[in-house]
């Protein structure tokens, strides 16, 4: 490592050093470096197979890196198991939304609350003073997430009788819920129509600022990403292929090529 990435390191909230990872043979990401900065939102984008799920899935502890480190405020995060990933601040949604689908609106998002209380099962059975005022504070904090997302209505309705566009927002929530520093959001706009992309696209910069939260954002909507990105990585078969602002990545001629091909293909 340089002593320019060191630097660059000491200053990121998350930092990628050098990830590879090699399914059977089958390099799926190659030697990948980027940081997050505090307060930013990244876009992460690429063609099919470029290796952004990969490297997602290796950011929320799905995937154990074949090489290389993934620091979080300095601290390697390797060697946490994946449930244990939203105690450092990281918190996720799904391309397939992973809700429950028989709980209610109200209680897939107290899971997301479960990441952060201290009880256990003997202090939880005997309703301690403290778990009491605990479950309290998580109530209402989950009432007020709700009333952020424009959950409220549908509260007490069970997931699966919603519409998409809802169990993304749900979810959505159900991260919000566990109080990340790093929210990744893997395909939010996917199923969205032109109409709700543009909410969403206002929605993830109001949590952005008014939540203080560094956002990950790993989309196949260039729209979406190049109008509310800070800073974009472009991937390419398991390698990055540029790095820098929306407009310096759209204009990057391997960029272009990688989406559009050349005449000489």
């Known amino acids: 490592m340089t002593q320019t990435e060191l630097v660059q390191g000491q200053d990121a909230l998350l930092a990628v050093r050098d990830v590879s990872v090699v399914f059977g ?54 060697s946490r198991p994946p449930h244990r990933i939203a105690e450092i601040g990281i918190g996720r949604t799904f391309q397939n939304v992973a809700l429950f689908p028989n709980l209610s609106v109200l209680d897939n998002v107290r899971v997301g609350t479960h990441a952060r209380t201290t009880s256990g099962v003997i202090s939880d059975a005997l309703k301690l003073g403290w778990v009491r005022r605990g479950e309290a504070a998580m109530n209402k904090k989950v009432h007020e997430i709700l009333a952020y997302l424009d959950l409220e209505d549908v509260a007490h309705t069970t997931v699966a009788g919603l519409p998409f566009g809802t169990q993304k927002r749900v979810e959505l929530a159900r991260a919000l819920a566990t109080e990340p520093k790093i929210l990744l959001l893997d395909e939010p706009a996917g199923g969205l129509n032109h109409e709700e992309v543009h909410v969403l696209g206002d929605l993830i910069r109001r949590i952005r600022s008014e939540r203080k939260m560094t956002v990950l954002l790993v989309e196949h909507h260039m729209g979406l990403v190049m109008s509310i990105a800070d800073h974009v990585v472009a991937l390419n078969f398991g390698r990055k292929l540029a790095e820098g602002t929306p407009s310096q990545v759209q204009a990057d001629p391997d960029v272009i090529r990688a989406y559009l091909g050349s005449k000489d293909q």
């Open 25 to 78: 043979g089958i390099v799926a990401l190659n030697g990948v470096s980027f940081d997050m900065r505090r307060g930013h939102i990244l876009g992460l984008i690429g063609p099919n197979g470029a290796g952004k799920t990969t490297l997602f899935n290796c950011l929320s502890r799905l995937y154990q890196p074949s090489s290389g480190d993934i620091l979080m405020e300095g601290a390697s995060i390797l």
